[in-house]
């Protein structure tokens, strides 16, 4: 939890205790379903919870801003996302429904409001938002094909609307096709942790 006040030193009450709670929720849910790495379990809050936060350091988004959490497994980066931005709404998809219970209790556990999560593949997601928001799902190509149809035109927020990914190692073959309209981020000029060498927020207007 320490690492997250380092970095977002404005928390709310609120904010403080809904994070908090997150290491406890995932060390009992993990034990019965292996949502997050068994040895990467005490890297939560680096390696999952601020990794997630690496688009809310990368981007503003307005009040009402509406956000589709794809392939969220057991909640990232929705759910740490949701805590951070609460004035935004979130809903987490994903095709494996034990994962997908997870995210859900955890929800409920930590009272978040501006949230839900549902067991449903990116192809039956039929929603419109201004963004879609993803972590180490599939390549982006893969991505965007599904996640078109989802990316409403109407505009209010200072990038226009599209896919917003979390991303590690040589990503160059994966975004060449998208060169020209991508916005790339390396997250070690926010984070100066080691992990975050060689991870990347990348952004693609749609």
């Given at each position: ?60 988004f307005q009040p009402d801003t509406h956000i589709l959490d794809f392939g969220t ?42 949230c839900e999560a549902v067991h449903l593949r990116g192809e039956e997601e039929k ?80």
């Amino acid at each position: 939890m320490e690492i997250i006040e380092k970095y977002f030193n404005e928390l709310t009450d609120t904010q403080r205790q809904q994070l908090a709670q997150l290491d406890a929720l995932y060390r009992e849910w993990n034990a019965k379903i292996n949502v997050i790495s068994r040895k990467d379990i005490d890297n939560l809050y680096e390696h999952h919870v601020l990794h997630s936060l690496a688009i809310a350091r990368a981007y503003r988004f307005q009040p009402d801003t509406h956000i589709l959490d794809f392939g969220t497994g057991g909640g990232f980066p929705g759910i740490p996302l949701a805590i951070m931005l609460p004035q935004c709404t979130f809903k987490l998809i994903d095709g494996t429904g034990k994962k997908i219970r997870v995210a859900q209790e955890v929800i409920k556990d930590i009272g978040l409001k501006n949230c839900e999560a549902v067991h449903l593949r990116g192809e039956e997601e039929k929603g419109q938002y201004d963004f879609v928001v993803s972590r180490a799902v599939m390549p982006l190509p893969d991505l965007l094909k599904i996640v078109r149809k989802n990316i409403s035109r109407q505009q209010h927020n200072a990038i226009g609307n599209g896919v917003i990914c979390l991303k590690g190692g040589n990503i160059e073959n994966e975004i060449a096709a998208y060169r020209r309209s991508a916005e790339i981020e390396d997250i070690s000029q926010w984070f100066e942790e080691e992990w975050f060498k060689e991870k990347f927020v990348v952004y693609v207007p749609v």
